[in-house]
């Protein structure tokens, strides 16, 4: 971070030169809940020239979880026997009938994980409980579910299994591509989730939409690097794949991980919020390791749930507003009540406009005084 | 009496066994001359002017964590609070919540702490409550402390203190405490050089004060941080109140360690730190006066108060932004992935 200014005002005159060249103002969209807490942290917004914008996609793993896949965690939760151990960003996320953290005040057993194989060993030490381990998330924590079940089967485990809504990220893009109202320029591709898929991934995009993705890290300055790109890509009217992040992105990814993916997980259709179900988004366990899924073992089916009145998380998390347009924000819809899930998750759109305020409306103290 | 190696329900029974409790754990560790009297209350001397009392309960898990302890934690939280106002501390009173069961030894550890953290601040145990509750009724141990202090003729505090121009000085690295904490609970297996600031401040605040700087206001920000102590600083003076992120001291091991947990290091809470508030042509003299003391070495000047009356807090961004510091909702939630 040293050199950060010297590269920071590099990157702003860069991002400032190509903006000037732009014909219309260009909105584009980062998918990676880490790259909205870091923008907003750093007022990343308040330094963008005023016809550039950054919006945040369908990267937060908690907003694009489905209601009915919500419900299903909380009723996997308040099962007799079953300690339900979750990351916590899942706990307050509110479902039909009230959130995990709501089930555990009336008596569940929820845990809060930092690793999943926490959750495996837990169910070692406890062999008269039940251990579900709901895991959510994109290509960056499904290995690390998959790990999971692969340990318990080495184990032997009989009293744990996983209760996953895994999505894959690429099929998202493209239903979100597919849909010509949205009105993005180009695609801020995630850092981390890149590490597993490599940056080639995102090649689709450009070449069957002409869609500008850059691959950026989570730095301000490598952000700020990345919206540069695609600025000049949309000024220029070039298309391209770029990584900005080599120095952690490999253009093959983790072939590893992906490996471990696809021996425990197989595609499958996927009910995102907001885009509905869409093929190939989501990953069921295999058959070989079938003892290991909680919606078998006990018999769970989601119901199709209405998403609460009034939120828009949905056209949040697919650009087609900000949190602010929502009536519900700011008074129906808090982080100490929240609404939607985007809200709750510290990784949420909502949240972070709520927490760090839009920076984009702060007007410097010099300008305010007069 | 018999050696005895748990607490039993019987030494908060005001017996012989109390007794025996009292001389052999607490007040073999911090009797002084007033303890001594045996009286219902601690007996002081008065002095002419403001009195200020304060009150506070710490029933911190895990008990002990790198760089602290809950009775470390017990006697620098009071003693901070009586500071951040200006008052010398003239005694404390503590109390202790055991559970049925609690080890002989932990109880040691926390007197010993309690007495060392109170030599370090120059202050008495001046009067004090045990009881002991069955098992599972608390958590092991807790600890409550009262103080009273005496307030120096003439010092004034406060958010109606604060002035445009003003300086916003902090006496070291932010965040310490909150993190320390965090990983000896949720990692207790990980190996962390990240350590709890916990420390008694009235030296560090008496040496300031001493240096006749002008002291508008001063604050210790515990447990929402530094963001909610300045977005109550702005919100309650009515000023717009400038912070550089540059300036903010934040040791790298604790601003990863942060990063890891999806935590705000301005967020998250402290122990042994005092933001102070100073007139604009004392700043520097304040500066000195922190640094030349131990629990100050590491002090900067953060940020600014302006005239602009939004009573907002605004950070300057180390990466040139700017934003919003509002204070924390409530307790922090590690993020998944």
Redesign the interface.
Known sequence: MSSGRTTISEVTGRLGAAAVRLRAPAAFMEVCGTHTVSAFRCGLHSMLPANVKLLSGPGCPVCVTAQGDIDLMVQAAELPGVTFCTYGDMLKVPGTHGSLDAARGRGADVKIIYSTLDAVKWAADHPKQHVVLGAVGFETTTPATAAAILEADRRRLSNFSVLASHKVLLPALRALLDDRQIQIAGLLCPGHASVILGSEAFRPLVDDYGFPCVVAGFEPEQMLAGIARLTEMVATGRPELDNVYRQVVKPEGNPLARRIIANVFEPAPANWRALGVIPGSGLAIRPQFSRFDATLRFELVAKDAPEPAGCRCGQVITGRCTPADCGLFGTRCTPMDPVGPCMVSSEGSCAAWFKYGPSVAVQPAQEAMR | MKAFDHILMAHGGGGQLMDQLLNEVVRARVGNEILAQGMDSGILQTPAGRLAITLDGYVVTPPFFPGGDIGRLAISGTVNDLAVCGARPLGIALGLIMAEGLERSILERVMDSIAATAREANVKVVTGDTKVVGRGQCDGLYVTTAGIGEVPAGLILGHAEVRTGDKILINGFIADHGLAVMLAR??PHLTTPIRSDAAPLNGLIEQVLESHAKVRFMRDPTRAGISGLLADLARASRR?V?IEEECLPVRRETRHAAEML?L?VMEVANEGKVVMVVADEDAGKALTAMRSHPLGKDAAIIGEV???T?G?C???????????V?KP??E??????
């Open positions: 949720e990692m717009r400038v999806g705000d302006t005239d602009v939004d907002l605004e950070l300057h961004t180390t990466s040139g932004g700017r934003r919003v509002q909702l409530g922090q939630l590690p993020r998944i992935c």
